[in-house]
């Protein structure tokens, strides 16, 4: 069972959203969705440290498991669960990881997950944003084409010099997502190993190593 499925922990984690290690990606969540009013913007699981963090693991935006009021490999649903397994079979401590969704506000409930380009390019200056909130990020892993087109979008407005500068390295992988899945076992083996093999790569880059506690 994930760990947000219990009320217990995500009470235990509401009280940690304003701990040194999470409380200015908690302002930057709260001041998106004060932005547009009657919006929810999932918070960050506190078990992520914005000092540690050197991946971002950039998703499309808060799937069903964020009814948590978080964004969390701890959530209940198969993206999340998905990405979970991935950092397990990497060795990726959480600490070093931190997801981000290209659109952080919860989608209309009429919509499907797959966003317009106009959502994409509201999420470029949210995104912008997170960035300098992590400053020490070497890697972001965009799973899916709309991550993909979210960093393109950001190379247009100066993003480019900036991943340049910071040596910030993107790997495009699958989205982690149901019906990004959707295929043969030996399929679904291979983009996962993909997923990993990423991850473990990014891992290389900034210096980690494997941690299987």
Known sequence: MQLMSSPDFVQAQMGKIHDENIEPVTQLCLKLQESVPGSRVPLIDPVHDLDETRIIS???SPGPGTSSGFLSLQNDDPTAIRLSEVYASAGLDHKYGMPWNVH?????EEQSTAL????IKTGVKPFKQFLELTYRVSAI????TQAV???NDFKKVGGDLIL???GIKVYPVRSTGGRSFIGSEANQQKWFDEMVAAYTDAMGRAGLRRNDS
Do not use: S, Y
């Not at 952080?104 to 209309?108: A, G, I, K, S, T």
């Not at 317009?116 to 959502?119: A, E, N």
């Not at 892993?141 to 899916?144: E, K, L």
């Open 104 to 108: 952080p506000w919860d989608l209309p």
């Open 149 to 151: 087109n979210l960093i």
């Open 164 to 166: 340049r500068e910071r």
């Open 116 to 119: 317009t380009p106009k959502q």
């Open 58 to 60: 950039l998703q499309i």
């Open 141 to 144: 892993v965009a799973h899916g």
